[in-house]
């Protein structure tokens, strides 16, 4: 996870992150980009850090090699992994993984009546993908819209 400033925009009160997914195609890694929106108090926090980096938001160190891009990536992306790692480990979550956070965004999307196409389109995954991950949560979901139904129709009749 390497996340540039310049992939942080706003319009207003609207915030959003561009991201980049890697996604198999015939035999070959692509990188998709995605654009998300997210909510205006973390993308104010996400612009606000102030680290020395002019490129990186997620950043260590004090000095910046201009014109070695990919090894300050590469850095940068080590500082994020150790930063979520300690988070989780503070949260009480030793077995937990950053890629836990696509989990819970997908199921919190499904939950919030997002279709299998929307959240594919917010992970950068195929609708195959997601089906095959997240159709149990679906199911949850519409087996709850049903029983609610059902039981407004039959208060409706008494």
């Known amino acids: ?24 195609v015939s035999k070959r890694d692509i990188l ?13 926090e996400l612009l606000a850090v102030l680290n020395g980096n002019p490129m990186y938001i997620f950043w260590n160190r004090g000095e ?9 990536k590469r850095k940068a992306t080590g500082y994020w992994h150790k930063w979520i790692r300690a988070l989780l480990d503070a949260a009480a979550l030793p077995n937990a993984t950053s890629h836990m ?14 279709t299998f196409e929307d959240v594919a389109a917010a992970l950068g995954n195929t609708v195959g993908v997601v089906a095959k991950f997240y159709s149990h949560e679906c199911a949850k979901v519409r087996q709850g819209r049903t029983d609610a139904a059902i039981k407004a129709a039959w208060q409706l009749g008494s």
């Open 101 to 114: 956070f696509r989990h819970t965004l997908a199921i919190e999307m499904i939950r919030h009546g997002a």
């Open 1 to 24: 996870m390497s996340l540039e400033r310049a992939n942080i925009h706003h319009k207003g009160d609207d915030y959003g992150v561009r991201l980049k997914t890697r996604q198999k």
């Open 32 to 44: 998709q980009p995605i654009d998300n929106a997210i909510p205006p108090f973390v993308g104010k």
């Open 64 to 72: 910046y090699e201009a014109g070695n891009e990919e090894a300050e």
